[in-house]
T-cell receptor, first 114, second 115 residues
Framework: DQQVKQNSPSLSVQEGRISILNCDYTNSMFDYFLWYKKYPAEGPTFLISISSIKDKNEDGRFTVFLNKSAKHLSLHIVPSQPGDSAVYFC?????????????FGGGTRLMVKP | NAGVTQTPKFQVLKTGQSMTLQCAQD?????MYWYRQDPGMGLRLIYY???????DKGEVPNGYNVSRLNKREFSLRLESAAPSQTSVYFCASSEYRDPNNSPLHFGNGTRLTVT
């Protein structure tokens, strides 16, 4: 059973509008969450993260919101740009992991239309 | 450019054949990882090496072996390839084990097809 789920396989947004990507998790031991972005034929790259002691983290056009009671996090991109078109992976980590063991969601493909 | 380099980029194997995927990083990172990516499944950890000289199993280690050759290099071996191992394989590295301080840096992947 997947502990991190991204229920929307794809999302299409108009340039300049807001993109909202969602992620749900089931393991209450997760205490650190990350978003990675992946372009075709490239490896994922780190985008933004949030600790469970916070409910919001912002970096330029990207904001991640965490709702611990709902075990839900979301990534907001405002304004969306065509270069944001990529697959976005949500990932989670538990503090007692033996290593840097991230559990990834299945990914959401974002398409930003000009 | 500094980063994680994987070879080969593409490979086709017949069932039962063996091969080694190579990975090297030049960022002086301590930890290295092998993930596989399958449609709808995200990335799943196969093996990792928290530091030079150590390796540990991840979520899906069956059918694979790894070698941390030195601080820079971490290889993944398939001894007897099976069609279920058809996937895209990513190597990654991080400076520390703790993801709070040390995001993963990924290579560009190896696309493996087993027929």
């Amino acid at each position: 059973d997947q502990q991190v789920k991204q229920n929307s396989p794809s999302l299409s947004v108009q340039e300049g509008r807001i993109s909202i990507l969602n992620c749900d998790y089931t393991n209450s031991m997760f205490d650190y969450f990350l978003w990675y972005k992946k372009y075709p034929a490239e490896g994922p790259t780190f985008l933004i993260s949030i600790s469970s002691i916070k409910d919001k983290n912002e970096d330029g056009r990207f904001t991640v919101f965490l709702n611990k009671s709902a075990k839900h996090l979301s990534l907001h991109i405002v304004p969306s740009q065509p270069g944001d078109s990529a697959v976005y992976f949500c990932a989670a980590s538990a503090h007692n992991n033996a290593g840097n063991m991230l559990t990834f969601g299945g990914g959401t493909r974002l398409m930003v239309k000009p | 450019n500094a980063g994680v380099t994987q070879t080969p980029k593409f490979q086709v194997l017949k069932t039962g054949q063996s091969m080694t995927l190579q990975c090297a990083q030049d960022m002086n990172h301590n930890s290295m990882y092998w993930y596989r990516q399958d449609p709808g499944m995200g990335l799943r950890l196969i093996y990792y090496s928290a530091s030079e000289g150590t390796t540990d199993k991840g979520e899906v280690p069956n059918g694979y072996n790894v070698s941390r050759l030195n601080k820079r290099e971490f290889s993944l071996r398939l001894e007897s390839a099976a069609p279920s191992q058809t996937s895209v394989y990513f190597c990654a590295s991080s400076e520390y084990r703790d993801p709070n301080n040390s995001p993963l840096h990924f290579g560009n992947g190896t696309r493996l097809t087993v027929t």
